[in-house]
């Protein structure tokens, strides 16, 4: 027998950023292929030791693909993801980090089995 593996997809709520923002739902693939992690992790650690603007626009692609897996109306385009990260640069430059360590820990779990309480 031949087992298939969906993309399954969770979501994250932004309340759990900011009680104005609940029920804000984004949705993340939490089963991607080891290969999309770990290029993105690469492109990650570029970041921060040589920020190119190719290594910044393959990263925001490879994590739209991450948020564009699940329902239609809760998808990041790469466009989405540039306007997401000006938008909230002056007024919530913390939201950018909080982002993307929620996306991470939250495949992380799915990679490990960790249950929600």
């Known amino acids: 027998m031949k087992l298939t593996f969906p993309k399954i997809v969770h979501k994250i ?66 466009h989405d993801l540039e306007e997401l990260i000006t938008g909230t640069a002056d007024t919530d430059p913390r939201f950018w980090v909080w982002f993307q360590v929620r996306i991470i820990n939250e495949i992380n779990a799915h990679r490990v089995g960790l249950k929600k309480a």
């Open 13 to 78: 709520d932004l309340g759990e950023y900011d009680t104005a923002m609940q029920g804000q739902l984004v949705e993340v693939w939490v089963n991607p292929p080891s290969e999309h992690l770990v290029r993105m992790g690469e492109l990650n650690n570029k970041l921060v030791d040589d920020p190119t603007e190719e290594a910044r626009q393959q990263y925001v692609e490879l994590l739209s693909d991450l948020l564009s897996q699940g329902d239609k109306s809760t998808h990041f385009n790469a």
